[in-house]
């Protein structure tokens, strides 16, 4: 178990240009989420996985993010025409779900991708 | 929708002492999970313990315990003995039990109360 792994640890880039952020989970958890903590709040859901399918988005992810699992493994998080207001953590966890419906297994997080937009 | 609110934005301790961290949260669902995470600065978020709502027993892992109060929708968490290393951001969160009832696997996070552990 080598815990959730995120790449890169920090990005920094111009208003206006696109970044892609990866996550790799815990090798046999089949959900993995994303979160965005902006400073002084806790984490705020982003979107969710089962395997390669996306569950849930939520509201905040608007038509400039994007989230793609394409082989129910690593994940990746686009943000296009990046604005003042991206400039946040991105965190992402993955659990494993044992059965149909919810699990009751914890999510484990990784070390965060920060993002600053200039 | 789920809210969670945490209104201490800020807890010390004396080394060695107890510390209680309040957590409110408000809902309509019966069945749920309430989770206590710890976040150290520029660290990965730890899950420090976690409670399912239909047990009435307060869930306990060594040194951590919760005040489980369902009807009053309350989820304190009290770290005894505290340490240099307990020293953190500390997160309530909830999430819903069941898919099949409508639930989400969101976890709804507060904002956070900020544990200093002094010598």
């Known amino acids: 178990d080598t815990g959730v792994s995120q790449n890169p640890r920090h990005k920094i880039t111009k208003r206006g240009q696109n970044v892609t952020f990866r996550c790799d989970p815990i090798?046999?958890?089949?959900?993995l989420y994303w979160y965005r903590q902006t400073l002084g709040q806790g984490p705020e859901f982003l979107t969710y996985f089962q395997n390669e399918a996306q569950l849930e988005k939520s509201r905040l992810l608007s038509d400039r993010f994007s989230a793609e699992r394409p082989k129910g493994s690593f994940s990746t998080l686009e943000i296009q025409r990046t604005e003042q207001g991206d400039s946040a953590m991105y965190l992402c966890a993955s659990s494993l779900n044992l059965g149909k419906g919810g699990s009751n297994q914890p999510q484990h997080f990784g070390d965060g991708t920060r993002l600053s937009i200039l | 929708a789920q809210t969670v609110t945490q209104s201490q934005p800020e807890m010390s301790v004396q080394e060695a002492e107890t510390v209680t961290l309040s957590c409110t949260y408000d809902t309509s669902e019966s069945d749920y999970y309430l989770f206590w995470y710890k976040q150290p600065p520029s660290r990965q978020m730890i899950l420090v313990i976690r409670?399912?709502?239909?047990?009435?027993q307060n869930a306990t892992e060594n040194r951590f315990s919760v005040n489980f109060q369902k009807a009053a929708k309350s989820f304190s968490l009290k770290i005894s003995d505290s340490q240099l290393g307990d020293a953190a951001m500390y997160f309530c969160a909830y999430r819903s039990y069941s898919l099949l009832q409508g639930g989400s696997e969101k976890l709804v996070f507060g904002k956070g109360t900020k544990l200093t552990v002094n010598p």
């Open positions: 409670q399912e709502a239909y047990k009435q």
């Open positions: 090798s046999e958890h089949n959900r």
